[in-house]
């Protein structure tokens, strides 16, 4: 498997935006179950 720069970045780019996703969802799924927050 090779690696270029741009593949690189872009592979980062994709894991960071997964990451704010998950980040998202976990935060909703916290505010579900306490309203309080």
Known sequence: MRFTLSGLKEHLDTAASLDSILNTL?????????PKK
């Open 26 to 34: 976990a935060i909703r799924a916290s505010k579900a179950k306490d």
